[in-house]
């Protein structure tokens, strides 16, 4: 029989949001799951903000200080989905105090950040996931399973694309994201943290790469207030300082070689995400806004070999816990009602599913190298990267 856990929100942008609304739907998509969240409280610094969220998805209570919900006994997991620069603080909190731990990437500004919330969680024996939700569609764990079960052959090269537009117009708001002490390294943390976490889910460790980094728009109107990823303003100019487009090559452990892009300025693309892996004997592609198709390459032919299109159905992935057939459209915020089923059930099982603090500290390395090779115009090793 399962029993019912209290969860805590942190941070009510539109991934707060997403979160919420997974842990009210996650048990109707996974009834035998052993425990079940129900919502205690809600934690956001803007005025009225988490009181409205409260009367919208039924917290029991809201405040402006997240640090009140670490007092509250009815709070035993939290999500935290508030700003880059608060993930330490408030990832390590949370873990120190005893709570499981459903944390956003990229989990903290830097490596360090990212490796002082997974060590306080591991001290505090904790359970955690973290938001690297594409690795959730269930085209994607078949193509993984297809790769690693030899259907393609040897891997020998690839190609990651997260292209986006939220940032492509000169008038979107100079918000937190654009600055270097809140966002961190711009589209490097927000979309190329996805793209290095899917090249690890498939094809496993990076070993060494090179990396370019661009800002396109030098310059954004100031706002005042919060403002989400699509805002504009219209107040005096202000700097940006972090990173609008990455491109990087990259070197795998097992030998394959990829090229890694990243762009939130990337005018025509609307979350043009996903992925091109080639092997010797065949090759696989996705690509985000086809969520539940996979194009696969596969046979002996080589040279005149073409894709076909796989529909994604119940033997594929959770997606049997959503629909019942294959074609049967799945969308974003069911990637999060895996993440937060994996979640739970690591909560109660004592053993992570789902992607890890572990892989926000790879993929935060990874970053990490990225900026060195900026600086050094050379290819940098992952591991030692700082």
């Given at each position: 029989?399962?029993?019912?856990?209290g969860?805590?929100?942190?941070?009510?942008?539109?991934?707060?949001?997403?979160?919420?609304?997974?842990?009210?739907?996650?048990?109707?998509?996974?009834?035998?799951?052993p425990?079940?969240?129900y919502l205690?409280?809600?934690?956001?610094?803007?005025p009225?903000r988490?009181?409205?969220?409260?009367g919208?998805?039924?917290?029991a209570?809201?405040?402006?200080d997240w640090?009140?919900?670490l007092?509250?006994?009815?709070?035993?997991?939290?999500?935290?989905?508030?700003?880059?620069?608060l993930?330490r603080e408030?990832?390590?909190?949370?873990?120190?105090?005893?709570r499981?731990?459903?944390i956003?990437?990229?989990v903290?500004?830097?490596?360090d950040?990212?490796r002082?919330v997974?060590?306080?969680?591991e001290?505090?024996?904790?359970?955690?996931?973290?938001g690297?939700?594409?690795?959730?569609?269930?085209?994607?764990?078949?193509?993984?399973?297809?790769?690693?079960?030899?259907a393609?052959g040897?891997v020998?090269n690839a190609r990651?694309r997260?292209?986006?537009?939220?940032?492509?117009h000169p008038d979107?708001?100079?918000?937190?994201?654009?600055?270097?002490?809140?966002?961190g390294s711009?589209?490097?943390?927000?979309?190329?943290?996805h793209a290095?976490?899917?090249?690890?889910?498939?094809?496993?460790?990076?070993?060494?790469?090179?990396?370019?980094?661009?800002?396109v728009?030098?310059?954004r109107?100031?706002?005042?207030g919060?403002?989400?990823?699509?805002?504009?303003?219209?107040?005096?100019?202000g700097?940006?300082?972090?990173e609008?487009?990455?491109?990087?090559l990259?070197?795998?452990?097992?030998g394959?070689?990829?090229?890694l892009?990243?762009s939130?300025v990337?005018?025509?693309?609307?979350?043009?995400?996903?992925?091109?892996?080639?092997g010797?004997t065949?090759?696989?592609?996705?690509?985000?806004?086809?969520?539940?198709e996979?194009?696969?390459?596969?046979g002996?032919?080589y040279?005149?070999?073409?894709?076909r299109?796989?529909?994604v159905?119940?033997?594929?992935?959770d997606f049997?816990a959503?629909?019942p057939?294959a074609?049967?459209a799945?969308?974003?915020?069911?990637t999060?009602?895996?993440?937060a089923?994996?979640?739970?059930?690591?909560?109660?099982d004592?053993?992570?599913y789902g992607?890890?603090?572990?892989?926000?500290?790879?993929a935060?390395t990874?970053?990490?190298?990225?900026?060195?090779s900026?600086?050094?115009?050379r290819?940098?090793?992952?591991?030692?990267?700082?």
């Amino acid at each position: 029989m399962s029993r019912p856990l209290g969860v805590a929100v942190v941070g009510f942008g539109w991934m707060g949001q997403v979160h919420s609304r997974a842990h009210l739907r996650v048990r109707h998509h996974y009834p035998d799951l052993p425990v079940v969240p129900y919502l205690v409280t809600v934690a956001d610094p803007e005025p009225g903000r988490a009181e409205a969220a409260a009367g919208r998805y039924g917290f029991a209570a809201a405040t402006t200080d997240w640090r009140e919900l670490l007092t509250d006994p009815r709070v035993e997991a939290v999500s935290v989905t508030a700003p880059n620069f608060l993930h330490r603080e408030i990832g390590t909190a949370v873990a120190a105090s005893g709570r499981h731990l459903w944390i956003e990437k990229p989990v903290g500004l830097t490596g360090d950040d990212a490796r002082a919330v997974a060590t306080a969680a591991e001290k505090a024996g904790v359970r955690s996931t973290v938001g690297f939700n594409y690795r959730a569609a269930p085209a994607v764990a078949e193509a993984r399973d297809l790769i690693a079960g030899g259907a393609i052959g040897r891997v020998t090269n690839a190609r990651f694309r997260f292209f986006s537009d939220y940032a492509a117009h000169p008038d979107g708001a100079l918000s937190w994201r654009f600055t270097r002490s809140h966002g961190g390294s711009g589209v490097l943390g927000d979309l190329a943290s996805h793209a290095v976490d899917l090249a690890r889910h498939l094809l496993g460790d990076i070993e060494s790469l090179v990396a370019d980094t661009v800002t396109v728009i030098p310059e954004r109107p100031t706002v005042t207030g919060a403002a989400s990823h699509f805002s504009r303003a219209g107040g005096p100019p202000g700097p940006v300082e972090n990173e609008d487009h990455l491109h990087a090559l990259l070197r795998f452990a097992g030998g394959a070689r990829g090229v890694l892009e990243a762009s939130r300025v990337a005018v025509g693309e609307q979350n043009t995400y996903g992925f091109e892996v080639h092997g010797t004997t065949g090759a696989l592609a996705w690509d985000f806004r086809r969520m539940g198709e996979l194009s696969v390459s596969t046979g002996a032919d080589y040279q005149s070999q073409s894709y076909r299109t796989v529909f994604v159905g119940p033997e594929h992935g959770d997606f049997g816990a959503f629909q019942p057939g294959a074609g049967i459209a799945m969308s974003y915020d069911d990637t999060k009602v895996v993440e937060a089923a994996g979640f739970l059930r690591s909560i109660a099982d004592g053993v992570p599913y789902g992607p890890t603090l572990d892989d926000a500290v790879a993929a935060a390395t990874a970053l990490d190298a990225m900026l060195t090779s900026v600086r050094t115009g050379r290819w940098e090793p992952v591991g030692s990267a700082g």
